[in-house]
């Protein structure tokens, strides 16, 4: 069965620090898709990346960055210079091309930036 | 332009009564889902249909009957309300043709609609 595992349940840091937050997923599938989504106070599910299973580049938006490495299976997302608009829940996604085609969502991580 | 809209954003009703929420799209997706978020954040599937054909029920009580008329709207009936109910429902789609596009296999989410149930 897939399963996403975010250990990190809340995380704080101050203005401009960098902070990684972690993603470990499961999957029998050779073909898959992983994602982050950002959720804002607001409530809305704001999408960040989208990373098949055959592209292990590394990708940098702007002060986002994600490492994906199948062999430890995980996704991990970096904030450069962290901003109290940052501040909101990270859920890391499985979507598997197994035939169920459901996204499998993390616990969500939630971090707070503080001024 | 709005891609994926639900209706209403916000419900507040008494146990035991029957309520719907709609969701339409406007990407041409075929395939549409409905998301609950329980109130420690948790994310789970509830429904999938694929052109109006459910192809995913997770295990969801019966009181909730999604209904797809079109390949744009999928609606969540529930009936009978119980204070359990209380959730954010995110409803989704999600485009299976064109695998080169650049969003192909993303899934695009609605709003939200926070149902409270008093």
């Known amino acids: 069965a897939q399963k996403v595992t975010q250990a990190q349940t809340e995380i704080s840091v101050v203005e401009k620090e960098d902070v990684t937050l972690d993603c470990v997923y499961e999957?029998?599938?050779?073909?898959?898709?992983l994602f982050w989504y950002k959720q804002p106070p607001s409530g809305e599910l704001v999408f960040l990346i989208r990373r098949n299973s055959f592209d292990e580049q590394n990708e940098i938006s702007g002060r986002y960055s994600w490492n994906f490495q199948k062999s430890t299976s995980s996704f991990n997302f970096t904030i450069t210079a962290s901003q109290v608009v940052d501040s909101a829940v990270y859920f890391c996604a499985l979507l598997d091309q197994g035939g169920s085609e459901k996204l499998v969502f993390g616990k969500g991580t939630k971090l707070t930036v503080n001024p | 332009d709005t891609a994926v809209s639900q209706t209403p954003k916000y419900l507040v009703t008494q146990m035991g009564n029957d309520k719907s929420i709609k969701c339409e799209q406007n990407?041409?997706?075929?395939?549409m889902y409905w998301y609950k978020q329980d109130s420690k954040k948790f994310l789970k599937i509830m429904f999938s249909?694929?052109?109006?054909?459910?192809?995913i029920n997770e295990t969801v009580p019966n009181r909730f009957s999604p209904k797809s008329p079109d390949k744009a709207h999928l609606n969540l009936h529930i009936n009978s309300l119980e204070l359990g109910d209380s959730a954010v429902y995110f409803c989704?789609?999600?485009?299976?043709?064109?695998?080169?596009?650049?969003?192909?296999?993303?899934?695009?989410f609605g709003p939200g609609t926070r149902l409270t149930v008093l």
């Open positions: 249909y694929n052109n109006k054909e459910l192809i």
């Open positions: 989704a789609s999600r485009g299976t043709s064109g695998k080169q596009t650049e969003y192909y296999n993303e899934q695009f």
């Open positions: 990407l041409g997706h075929d395939t």
């Open positions: 999957t029998r599938d050779t073909t898959y898709y």
